[in-house]
């Protein structure tokens, strides 16, 4: 059963937010605040998202406790928050409604003109942040929820009027499927996230899903270069717009020249020119992102020369392919997040265009269950940098029940060296770096702080 929050907002009844200090869950609470809800919140630990919004008004316990619900009318509650949590467990026996987070946004996008609801197993991040500055540089004053801090909007969340919502959607344990879009983006689909998804068909028909929860009169945009998406949006009664290379796709790149990574290009949609792009971020696989973009733009009647202003504005997002500084020697030193081995080939593969004399990649693997199921995979993608340096798997969620290790990993690329902390792979690092060089610190866990041990305090 959906859950609407909206007679809640109006008649500004307090919520309880459990778990408020995450990236998803501090926007949501920002954006409660902004519309006059009184938020409380409680979470394990203190943290400067925590403490601004406390700033903002919530009043937030470091604690889980009952007593927390019960001046509540709404419980709001992360995915990792279990029915044997004790503020969970006291809202049921008040008999208040509890929604997941994914829920709660799915409410809250009802009360917009436009919701742009941007899914894929790679590159979400990215192209909802180049979405959101196009939304921007065409005076839409978007509202925008997006996974990783975006200079441009200063966080992951911005706060615009209720013409336009661009909001990134995970597939994870089937988020997406609680969102209102009415545009659904599909930018590719791959095998990820076996601990929750059954197989790859399993994957497909969710996002198949997602596509159904866009309304009769809305629109479908998917990749024509990507099978699997495609299959996605197969027998979806939806107006479906595509884009990629392929000449059978609606919005495609003609007249592209390449600099050192960096893509220019001309947009055609149904064959007409409709923009010209230079790119400020690497690699085709970010032309791809730009394409999905131009393609909602051009559905939205966007003036065509701000949509390629938007695009240029573009720098990167936090630990996507994110300088973090040099070495003495002059040595670079870049942070991606990329952990699915797609990822890792389209960032190896825009570094090596970049003209580096070398790419030493530092490479710490994200949970368990996906180092032993894409290992074959992981193996070809780290055999792209010229030595491939990993550290201990990142367990995240997970426990080591199967046996997998890093140095499995190591033992199957040549080259590669394997180590147990962040300060060897540093000390190793330092040693082994020439001028010419790229240091790539590679990972969705905590492998950036490698990138901060070698270059220190630099902006």
Known sequence: MEHSLKPYIDEKKSMHLIGIGGVSMSALAELLLSLGVPVTGSDRAHSAVAERLERLGAKITYAHLPENVEQASVIIRTAAVHDDNPEIMRAHELGLPVLERAEAWGSLMKDYQNVIC????????????????????????????????????????????????????????????????????????????????????????????????????????????DANALRAVQDVPRRILTFGTSETADVRPVNISIEKGYYHFTVEVHGQ????????????????????????????????????????????????????????????????????????????????????DRILCAFQPHTYTRTKALFGEFVEALKLCDLAVLAPIYAAREKNTIGIYSSDLAAAVPGARCFDSFDEIADFLREEARPGDLILTMGAGNIDTVGRMLVGDQA
């Open 118 to 225: 941007l899914s894929g197993t790679h590159g979400k991040t990215t192209t909802t942040s180049m979405m959101s500055l196009i939304a921007m540089h065409a005076k839409l004053d978007p509202t925008v929820m997006v996974g990783s801090h975006l200079p441009a909007i200063g966080g992951t969340l911005r706060i615009g009027g209720h013409g336009c919502f661009v909001a990134e959607s995970c597939e994870y344990c089937n988020s997406f499927l609680s969102f209102s879009p009415t545009v659904a983006v599909i930018l590719n689909i791959e095998a990820d996230h076996l601990d929750f998804f059954k197989d790859l068909d399993d994957i497909i028909h969710s996002f198949h899903e997602f596509c159904l929860r866009t309304p009769e009169n809305g629109l479908v945009v998917v990749n024509a270069d």
């Open 273 to 356: 020119p409709y923009t010209t792009v230079t790119l400020n971020v690497p690699g085709k696989h970010n032309m791809l992102n730009a394409l999905a973009a131009c393609a909602v733009s051009y559905y939205l009647n966007l003036d065509s020369a701000r949509v390629g202003e938007g695009l240029s504005a573009f720098t990167g997002s936090s630990r996507r392919f994110q300088r973090t500084g040099t070495l003495p020697n002059g040595a670079v030193v870049v942070d991606d997040y990329a952990h699915h081995p797609s990822e890792m080939r389209a960032t190896l593969t825009a570094a090596h265009d970049m003209g580096f």
